[in-house]
């Protein structure tokens, strides 16, 4: 079993600053892309910030320039440092991790928890 669990999530004021984290645990071989997502009340999921092994990175529009995603792959943890945070960022932010559990497994996608992130005006 692979286990992804987030920390890092809290209140803050607009223009203030988080860091998400996201370790993953159990039974990996390699882990492909990491990525944030979130969902707000009465809204779908929405991608955040993707990131490969390699460390190429996708990020939504809505969040360049102010949000930041990285990895340590000897850590299989992923990170999401969001500044200038805006109202409109107020969210359940998941974690999300293409893994492969051993080398006979093709790669299987797992989600965080999710840890709500809340920003006031």
């Given at each position: 079993?692979?286990?992804l669990v987030e920390?890092?999530?809290?209140?803050?004021q607009a223009g203030g600053s988080?860091?998400?984290s996201c370790a993953a645990?159990?039974?990996?071989?390699r882990i492909n892309a990491m990525g944030w997502y979130r969902q707000a009340p009465g809204k779908q999921r929405?991608?955040?910030a993707t990131i490969t092994?390699?460390?190429?990175?996708?990020?939504?529009?809505?969040v360049k320039g102010r949000f930041t995603i990285s990895r340590d792959n000897a850590k299989n943890t992923v990170y999401l440092q969001m500044n200038s945070l805006k109202p409109e960022d107020t969210a359940i932010y998941y974690c999300n991790a293409?893994?492969?559990?051993s080398y006979r497994d093709t790669q299987y996608?797992?989600?965080g928890q999710g840890t709500q992130v809340t920003v006031s005006s």
């Open positions: 079993q692979v286990r920390s890092g999530g809290g209140l803050v988080l860091r998400l645990s159990g039974s990996i071989f929405e991608l955040v092994t390699g460390g190429s990175t996708n990020y939504a529009d809505s293409e893994v492969r559990p996608n797992y989600w």
